[in-house]
């Protein structure tokens, strides 16, 4: 029985999807004190950085599967990216009379990101062409994480002594259709995970992808088989 409030996430075979590949779409870093360095300059001229992720779910042997982009033979990381300048304009992020953090997220700021995020997944899976362009039907958020400093760490909270964070990230659930062609880039691949894989494999995936079956845990999984 399905508990209140428990949401009901439809999740299909992975044999469903049909996989191509696309130009190679190269990382701007070679390591991570690079992409430090990067976002480091980037916030002297942007502020906040945000980012958008998604969870892409499939199924397989009944149980739910994870889709994660590998780079090199070790590196996995879910499709997302920054958003541009703007496209997290109305995500208010204010100081309390506190001095504590809290996070107004409005209607039209939910709908920016949202579109920000489709432009992402395009970008990294979609298709050339405008037809095979998955339906990408954005659904929940999942988490928020903040970075408090030009560091790797990043935290489930703000907190109460930065005043200035660095980054937020922000987790989403993408409900998939039964069936869409994903387009991989030549230099990556796209792997789907086990959850009971990704649980608590901190060495493996990194604090963020492990944590995910936690995250996940509030849904109902409707596991669907197709012909």
Known sequence: MVGAGSAVVNTYPLASYTFGTKEPKMEKDTSVADRLARMKVNYMKEGMRTSVEAILLVQEHNHPHILLLQIGNTFCKL??????????????????????????????????????????????????????????QIGECV?????????????????????????????FLVHLSEREYFAVPKNLKLLAVPLFELYDNVQRYGPVISTIPQQLSRFQFNMITTN
């Open 143 to 171: 988490a928020i994480l903040w970075r408090p400093n030009f560091e790797t760490t990043m935290y489930p909270y703000c907190p109460p002594h930065i005043t200035k964070p660095k980054e937020c990230k922000k987790l």
């Open 79 to 136: 499709p997302g990216g920054r958003l541009k300048p703007g496209e997290n304009v109305e995500s208010a992020l204010s100081i309390s009379l506190f001095g504590r953090f809290c996070v107004s997220y409005f209607s039209h700021a939910y709908v920016t990101e949202i579109e920000g995020l489709k432009r992402k997944l395009t970008s990294k899976l979609g298709a050339n062409s405008p037809g095979l362009v998955p339906d990408w």
